[in-house]
């Protein structure tokens, strides 16, 4: 039961810099998290918050469902789009995911040489 005791004794009189050693590991922690995940994540919020602004008539773009069209009506809420000749769809402007030009580049297939 004393070396119990000695134990205790022996850590609570190395002090407050004991104490903050042992949170060290966790901040360092938190500053790789930020830079690598939340920083990067944020900057393409506000790119894509930015490109929502900016949306204009006649831009081809991509609903988050994955429908391409064409804008040809804009209010500060919603988005017309035209999918098809003479079928148009109302959408909320932030159902949009992207341009239609950015989702064609990574969907295209590349040739095999078989």
Same mark, same amino acid.
């Given at each position: 039961m004393?070396?119990?005791?000695?134990?205790?004794?022996?850590?609570?009189a190395? /002090?407050?810099?004991? @104490? %903050?050693?042992?949170?060290?590991?966790?901040?360092? %922690?938190?500053?790789?998290f930020?830079?690598?995940? %939340?920083?990067?994540?944020? +900057?393409?919020?506000?790119?894509?918050?930015?490109?929502?602004? @900016?949306? +204009?008539? /006649?831009?081809?773009?991509?609903?988050?469902?994955?429908?391409h /069209?064409?804008?040809?009506?804009?209010?500060?809420?919603?988005?017309?789009?035209?999918?098809?000749? @003479?079928?148009?769809?109302? %959408? @909320?402007?932030?159902?949009?995911?992207?341009?239609?030009?950015?989702?064609?580049?990574?969907?295209?297939?590349t040739?095999? /040489?078989?």
């Amino acid at each position: 039961m004393t070396g119990v005791a000695w134990a205790a004794d022996a850590t609570a009189a190395a /002090g407050p810099l004991a @104490n %903050i050693a042992q949170f060290v590991p966790l901040v360092l %922690i938190f500053i790789v998290f930020y830079f690598l995940l %939340i920083r990067p994540q944020q +900057k393409k919020a506000k790119e894509h918050q930015v490109y929502l602004t @900016n949306l +204009k008539k /006649g831009d081809k773009v991509v609903t988050g469902g994955g429908i391409h /069209g064409q804008i040809v009506g804009l209010t500060e809420t919603v988005v017309t789009l035209e999918i098809a000749e @003479n079928v148009r769809i109302k %959408i @909320n402007r932030g159902a949009i995911a992207g341009s239609a030009a950015d989702a064609e580049k990574q969907q295209t297939p590349t040739k095999s /040489g078989g």
